[in-house]
């Protein structure tokens, strides 16, 4: 034991003991860091064959992914197919049907085909558009007449091939809100028939006759589709010059 003058012979003592508690305790944060790395090894050995990495599949296990892709390249097939349906033969069918039911029961409207989007065309039998016979004062003595949408039926080429049919009411434009179409059916092109296509405008007509023929009895107000512009149901004609 080291002794120093005036009482301080345990100064030195003290320091080389702190040194040695200092680097024992690195010693044994090392020894626990090296004891969980190595556990952690042993740990990643026993789960390694069940990693996904290191997973093999059957010809079992790929049996359902095997069936979904074959639906998919199918639907895709089938696209190509309606589009195909569509250009030879499907498009002027369905002019041919109508413009006979136009001309047989005189329906006062024409047949048309919008192509503006390739493979999204449209077959429209339209009932024009005229004067509502309804006029917006314009100031000075002057009016404008407004103008009436008389209705359409729709053939519509979807994105993926089929055919949409739906009906667009007739509007009078800054009279109450237009009715959204009422959608018919969706078809593929096999499943389109002659006696359908006469059905449809049978509907059409007799969907335009009942908006023309617009009271306020049961709850025609809202099928027919006369609302206010503020979305109130109408309950009065609204006041403009005939």
Not at 114 to 122: K, M, P, T, V, Y
Not at 201 to 216: H, M, N, S
Request: hydrophobic share 40%.
């Amino acid at each position: 034991m080291l002794v120093f003058r005036n009482g301080c012979k345990s100064t030195l003592r003290t320091s080389i003991w702190e040194i040695i508690v200092h680097f024992v305790r690195k010693d044994v944060a090392y020894l626990q860091n090296l004891r969980a790395l190595l556990a952690s090894q042993r740990l990643w050995e026993a789960v390694r064959p069940f990693n996904l990495i290191t997973m093999s599949f059957n010809e079992t296990d790929y049996s359902g992914l095997k069936a979904r892709v074959i639906r998919y390249k199918e639907t895709l097939l089938n696209t190509a197919k309606y589009r195909l349906a569509w250009q030879n033969e499907l498009r002027e069918a369905i002019q041919q049907q109508l413009n006979s039911a136009v001309e047989a029961a005189e329906i006062p409207g024409k047949v048309e085909l919008r192509s503006e989007i390739g493979n999204l065309e449209a077959i429209v039998l339209s009932l024009g558009v005229a004067s509502s016979g309804l006029g917006e004062p314009m100031g000075d003595g002057l009016r404008r007449d407004l103008i009436k949408q008389n209705g359409t039926l729709v053939y519509q080429q979807l994105f993926n091939g089929k055919i949409l049919v739906l009906i667009q009411y007739p509007y009078i434009e800054k009279y109450g809100e237009q009715l959204p179409p009422k959608t018919i059916a969706i078809y593929r092109p096999e499943e389109m028939k002659a006696p359908y296509i006469l059905r449809h405008v049978e509907e059409f007509i007799t969907e335009a006759a009942r908006w023309e023929d617009y009271d306020d009895d049961s709850d025609t107000v809202q099928r027919i589709g006369f609302k206010a512009n503020g979305g109130e149901e109408v309950t009065s004609t609204p006041q403009l010059e005939v």
